[in-house]
């Protein structure tokens, strides 16, 4: 079957070390997502691509990076980690616009 | 850019009982609103959505309206069982985008 998924799930890091999360989907999906979600805070959009090159910041991406090299995959790297980004992440995917977003397990992420 | 207030940010109920969950948008070219249920410790899942071109749209014991004149929409949930607690996210969109942005969440608790 089709589906999203994440790795690591969980992640302890140190700050100001570089972290790399995977987000890969078997929808062939053009569009594609990260998340963060922190309590009072919601889902806040970080990065998001509409397919193979592109890439585009959302509301909360200093800090973060992204690269869009195939349709399935979309990696979130955090260049140097701060305890301001402990939280859990999650990677989402859709056909186009207006369709329904499809969310990944998430990753759990707490820098010391 | 948008801004989607939700309320309220938890709700206890009896079970048999209704809820309902009020989200207001500020963008007026938003016209996808989506209603997304979180289950603790798992995923964001769709449960529901509604275009602008609609003012209700049912499923089971789920039903969504939209006020565009009043910028406001909510999700309503009868007859309401224990396995309804969950986190409930609201989102709005709009044609030619397909970022989603949420409200901040209402966290539902359903009692026996």
């Known amino acids: 079957d089709a589906e999203i998924t994440q790795s690591p799930r969980h992640k302890i890091t140190e700050t100001g070390r570089q972290v790399t999360l995977a987000c890969h989907q078997t929808?062939?999906?053009?569009?594609m997502f990260w998340y963060r979600q922190d309590l009072g805070h919601g889902l806040r959009l970080i990065h998001y691509?509409?397919?193979?090159?592109?890439?585009n910041k959302g509301e909360v991406s200093d800090g973060y990076s992204v690269s869009r090299s195939n349709t399935e995959d979309l990696p979130l790297t955090l260049e140097s980690a701060a305890s301001s980004q402990t939280s859990v992440y999650f990677c989402?995917?859709?056909?186009?616009?207006?369709?329904?977003?499809?969310f990944g397990p998430g990753t759990r992420l707490t820098v010391l | 850019g948008e801004n989607v207030e939700q309320h309220p940010s938890t709700l206890s109920v009896q079970e048999g009982d209704s809820a309902v969950i009020k989200c207001t948008y500020s963008?007026?070219?938003?016209?996808?609103f989506p209603w997304y249920k979180q289950e603790l410790g798992k995923r964001p899942q769709l449960i529901i959505d509604?275009?602008?071109?609609?003012g209700e749209k049912k499923d089971q014991r789920i039903a969504v309206t939209l006020n565009k004149t009043a910028k406001h929409f909510s999700l309503h949930i009868t007859e309401t069982q224990p396995e309804d607690s969950a986190v409930y996210f609201c989102?709005?969109?709009?044609?030619?985008?397909?970022?989603?942005?949420f409200g901040k969440g209402t966290m539902l608790l359903v009692s026996p």
């Open positions: 989402a995917s859709s056909v186009g616009a207006l369709d329904t977003q499809y």
């Open positions: 929808w062939n999906h053009n569009n």
């Open positions: 691509s509409y397919g193979v090159q592109d890439t």
């Open positions: 963008d007026s070219a938003s016209n996808y």
């Open positions: 509604i275009r602008s071109n609609v």
């Open positions: 989102a709005a969109s709009k044609s030619g985008y397909s970022t989603l942005t």
